[in-house]
């Protein structure tokens, strides 16, 4: 293995991948030995304006109904809220994924540096360049990869948890309205009569407590999630004081690079000592 | 209701203010509602002859015949005369919901269907923005 050429490295970082391209793995001596192609961007299904086509005719007969019963102001401020309030799902799950890929790039990369220092170079090398790599694999990539790691993961988790409090918020104002639109739409047909009026406004006020309480529900689920991403963003600022001077970034990043030495050929006999020269 | 003109208005306001402020409405409807359903309104026919309550929800309460308006009328005309009865009692039950739905609003009635606050923010997530 050992040719007297210092083998190149591939850090991670160099080969930072954008949408929709190819990444190539190559090992040490330079030659691509598999690529990946990193997927492309994930395009919405279109579940958000669907729902809104639907809902907004229901919506509407709906907003008729509340004014003829002549007290659907309040009424008709919920269907505003409710409405504002309903969300892309899709935008919650695309970054789910982009956070669990995230993750798996930033363990795969890991673990491909760890095990090419310790199959490739360890056994064949000598000299400071086997200590200095030990150093930068086991303190700077390893510890900083798993935290990175980590908090990729519970983004990920928060990510999906938001993406199912949207749906399912979503499809219960949809439901709702399917449901009401409907009778509130007969009865508003009856209103002219003063006991269709009353029924009107009856229905008029079941609705507004059922959308106050989903909005009201929703509310308190924002709520826990903002907590849940509070705490995430405690861990992140924990994260900034390993890669910045004090944790401050105004203080300029911490010193994370291999010495250029490493790769400087007129050190190459200090640092690259190939164990079989030793031996003989 | 600041809060309820605020979404009313298509603008993103404060959520549990909107949500005390509808509370308070829905009690307040509720209640007036209620009381409204106690209430006996009358009406009667132009001779004065049928009498008929209603209740605040148009329940038909109490219907009276004065036997001296009987002998003016055959059983058409008292079936008429009950009919306008009670026609009339709903028209007072009517005006009595109007002055309800007015004390509640404090604004007169007005059952115009406003236009829709979100029309260009719809729009706008239909046209992909």
Known sequence: MPTGEPPKLVLPGQTAP????????????????RTVTVAPKRTDPGFYKRLITQLNPLRQSTRAAMAISGIGVAALALDVAATLNLGNP?????????????????????????????????PNWKGDAVEKLQEYVRFNVNGLYSQLGKVSDEMSGAMHGQYKEVLEYDLSVFGLYATSAPMLRSVAAMSAHPVGKVALMTQVGLFMSATGNLIKQFADVYNSYEGDLNKLELKLNDLRGAFFRSGNPAMGAR?????????DPAMMDDYWVPVSRDAS | MRHVDAFSAGRLDDVAGLLRETDGWARAVT?????????????????????????????????????????????????RAV???????????DERLTEVVQTLTRRPSDTTVPADPLAGHIRDVLRGE
């Open chain 1, 18 to 33: 954008t949408a929709n391209q190819q990444l190539h793995i190559a090992n040490a001596g330079g030659t691509v030995q």
């Open chain 1, 90 to 122: 899709f935008l919650f799950y695309d970054r789910r994924e982009q956070w669990k890929e995230m993750s798996g790039l930033l363990e795969g990369t890991r673990s491909d540096l760890w095990r090419s220092y310790f199959d490739d170079i360890s």
């Open chain 1, 255 to 263: 010193d994370l690079h291999l010495t250029p030495n490493i790769e």
């Open chain 2, 31 to 79: 209640e007036a509602v209620g009381e409204l359903e106690e209430e006996r309104l009358a009406g009667a026919d132009p001779s004065g002859t049928v009498r008929a309550e209603v209740s605040g929800a148009g329940r038909l309460r109490t219907l009276s015949i004065d036997p001296r308006g009987l002998r003016a009328l055959d059983h058409v005309q008292l079936a």
């Open chain 2, 83 to 93: 009919r306008e009865a009670i026609v009339a009692a709903h028209l007072a039950m």
